[in-house]
């Protein structure tokens, strides 16, 4: 006789079996069902306690003498190492790296890089004090215990991984692209892109650049990424001196996106930065369709679809409390220059929002304007070039906002006189709530391309993990290729993390990726010394990290891992 196990609809049943020949052959026959194994774990001794007893035999259990040896975190790593399989990397690198063997050393450092960014994001250096408490895998854990006693040994075999993994990046890019395709049907048709920046600490590195940051660290010399999004998932980057503008990176993504992923018909969707004369020119000469957003207030195209905007409701308090949109946002369309459809999208909340705030504005700079129109009647002894300096003082608040909605002068008796800009505030009630694309793309209706612009909050939604989660900044790396490879660390890690988002939302675990990781943090490896055998085991898994585990199509991991 012997203990099996079968799964019936996702759930594991214990049975005891004996072997029996049936015509001349061995077939399994039940002897018993025990029921469920989860409600069995608890019940497991005290079986064994009875059946010894009912045989007249010592209780087994009291002579055990189970120590534990050491014990590390174990379930990002794992996951990690899942997906860092199912998508093929293994395989690749070690195809591109021409070793014989199952792993490779640099395999192996860039996948815990990568876990590493997933669990808790450090320097090369400080994965050495991390590795203290966090396990990769048998084979993984005896090669870095060698490196445990010489932190900084280990930190350069890493840099030496971030520098090969450099040099194969876009063959790795194109075939996670390819990977992809297959694994989730990606719809490869519309490519998101957009950049964003990301500050060093100090003043030398390479890359490094003054430029417009978005990190509000205008002191810090910067680099900018570009980022390329398909489907929800980033497919490719790049990394350009932290003084390049939006629209000057878009001629590189168009290259990148026809070389290395070899896509024919593509349309791409970017915000307001990358409008240019230029860049629209460039994309036609390349047959490529584009969903772009205006600028509102310098396009010539956007005054042209807003004067054509057609009455939009405006609702109550309430509906914007409750964030409420009973009649659906307002769409309209005209034909543009060269045949460009213009596209405005008009948020009725948003647009109630956006008047209110306005108006919270002009009562603010009214209010303080009457104040220093006060103060200078009151105060006589002031000069002329004075006044002036604390009328361009005031204006220039809220971001240059009095200059926008007022005109002001002090008059040859030192008075101030003021007006608000009608025309300006005419045109801006017309902005309240208004988005404006500009399109060539002719096989879509207004709905689905404003419904196809509205995807491109993915990509933000991206650039926010990978700088609050996976923390790409403060880059500390100085020499090109290493601040280069940084970043690809950190896309892989974001690729992943995407990943896990897509599979737990696929299941219906209302989870975020996130969380799912902190979560199985707490799945731990134990080392035990069982009556001087030593076994490796795994921790039960509670019902929420049995959840967040079977959702990206993993199956619990095996209690024993190995005895010895």
């Not at 059946?51 to 794992?78: F, K, M, T």
């Not at 790049?238 to 990148?256: H, I, M, N, P, Y």
């Not at 793309?441 to 419904?451: F, H, L, N």
């Amino acid at each position: 006789m012997y203990v099996s196990t079968v799964k019936v609809r996702d759930r594991e049943y214990v049975r005891i079996v004996e072997s029996v020949r049936v015509d001349g052959k061995p077939r399994p026959r039940v002897v018993a069902n025990l029921g469920n194994l989860d409600k069995l774990r608890g019940s497991v001794p005290t079986i064994i306690r009875g059946l010894h007893r009912l045989l007249g035999e010592p209780d087994p259990l009291e002579d055990l003498n189970l120590e534990n040896l050491d014990h590390a975190e174990w379930g990002v790593s794992w996951v990690a190492k899942e997906i860092w399989e199912e998508l093929g990397i293994r395989k690749l690198l070690r195809r591109l790296f021409r070793t014989r063997g199952a792993t490779s050393t640099t395999e192996i450092l860039a996948r815990t890089m990568v876990a590493n960014r997933l669990s808790e994001p450090t320097s090369k250096l400080g994965i050495a004090r991390w590795l203290e408490d966090v396990s990769i895998g048998p084979a993984e854990d005896k090669f870095f215990a060698a490196h445990r006693d010489n932190p900084f040994a280990l930190a350069d075999r890493f840099y030496k991984a971030m520098d090969s993994l450099y040099r194969h990046r876009a063959a790795i890019e194109r075939h996670l692209f390819e990977r992809l395709k297959d694994l989730f049907h990606l719809r490869v048709d519309t490519v998101f892109y957009d950049i964003t920046s990301s500050y060093f600490e100090g003043l030398q590195a390479e890359y490094g650049w003054f430029g417009y940051s978005r990190d509000e660290k205008r002191k810090n010399v910067q680099i900018v990424v570009g980022l390329m999004l398909v489907d929800g998932f980033p497919v490719g980057h790049q990394v350009f001196k932290g003084f390049r503008r939006d629209s000057s990176c878009l001629e590189t993504a168009l290259r990148r996106i026809e070389r290395r992923f070899r896509v024919g018909r593509v349309i791409l969707v970017g915000d307001r930065g990358f409008l240019t004369e230029k860049n629209i020119k460039l994309l036609q000469e390349h047959n490529h369709e584009y969903i772009l957003a205006c600028r509102k207030r310098q396009d010539v195209n956007s005054r042209a679809a807003l004067r054509s905007r057609p009455d939009v409701p405006i609702y109550a308090d309430e509906a914007i409390a409750g964030r409420e949109d009973p009649a659906g946002p307002v769409i309209w369309s005209i034909e543009g220059k060269n045949g460009d459809r213009l596209i405005g999208c008009t948020n009725p909340v948003v647009a109630r929002r956006d008047r209110k705030r306005r108006g919270d504005i002009l009562t603010m700079f009214r209010e303080e304007l009457a104040e220093l129109q006060r103060q200078l009647k009151k105060n006589r002894r002031q000069g002329h070039d004075r006044r002036v300096a604390r009328l361009a003082e005031l204006l220039a608040r809220r971001n240059q906002l009095g200059k926008r909605y007022f005109f002001g002068e002090i008059d040859d008796q030192g008075q101030l006189r003021y007006r608000t800009k009608q025309s300006v505030l005419k045109y801006e009630a017309l902005l309240d709530g208004t988005t404006v694309l500009r399109t060539n793309t002719r096989g879509m209706t207004d709905e689905q391309i404003v419904q196809r612009y509205k995807e491109l909050a993915r990509i933000e939604r991206c650039f926010r993990n990978l700088k609050s989660f996976i923390d790409l900044r403060p880059i500390h790396h100085r020499v090109a290729r290493r601040i280069s490879a940084h970043v690809f660390i950190c896309m892989l890690s974001l690729l992943f993390e995407r990943i896990i988002d897509r599979r737990l939302k696929a299941a219906a675990v209302d989870v975020t990726a996130e969380r799912a990781l902190q979560v199985l943090k707490r799945v731990r490896r134990l080392r035990d010394s069982l009556n001087g055998v030593e076994i490796e085991r795994v921790v039960a898994l509670g019902d929420d990290t049995r959840q967040i585990v079977r959702a990206p199509g993993l199956s619990d991991p095996n209690p024993l891992i190995v005895a010895r």
